[in-house]
């Protein structure tokens, strides 16, 4: 089996007035045969949500009180699964929106089937 991916990264960069760089940050869109991943990392203190809305165009549903991501740059899934959370490699269960990511945390959305 072959697996063909593509991989596009972004370098985001904080200045402050003087142009000293403040942080850098990257955002990466892989995709395979079956799956698309968005990878970023994690700032101290700051949901995987709000950081996902920073760097993707995200659709967000509430369900029962509980905000889950319905879709990411567009890509929806077929009804047959959902987007989750992984941080470190390992699933979070955890809501995105309740979840407070730690500098040099890996946070990454796969599309998987139920």
């Known amino acids: 089996m072959v697996v063909a991916g593509i991989g596009v990264a ?7 007035n003087s142009g000293s760089e403040l942080s850098q940050s990257v ?10 991943r968005y990878t970023y990392e994690g700032e101290e203190g700051v949901s995987a949500l709000e950081l996902l809305k920073k760097r993707y165009n995200v659709s967000i ?3 029962f009180g509980i905000l ?9 899934g077929d009804g047959k699964g959902a987007w989750r959370m992984y941080v470190n490699g ?3 269960t955890t809501a995105a929106d309740q979840y407070l990511t730690k500098d040099g ?7 998987e089937k139920n």
């Open 10 to 16: 972004v370098w985001f960069l904080a200045t402050d």
């Open 27 to 36: 955002s990466t869109v892989e995709q395979g045969e079956n799956q698309t």
């Open 61 to 63: 549903k509430d369900v």
């Open 68 to 76: 889950q991501v319905e879709s990411i740059e567009g890509q929806t």
């Open 90 to 92: 390992e699933r979070v």
């Open 105 to 111: 945390d890996k946070i990454e959305w796969r599309y």
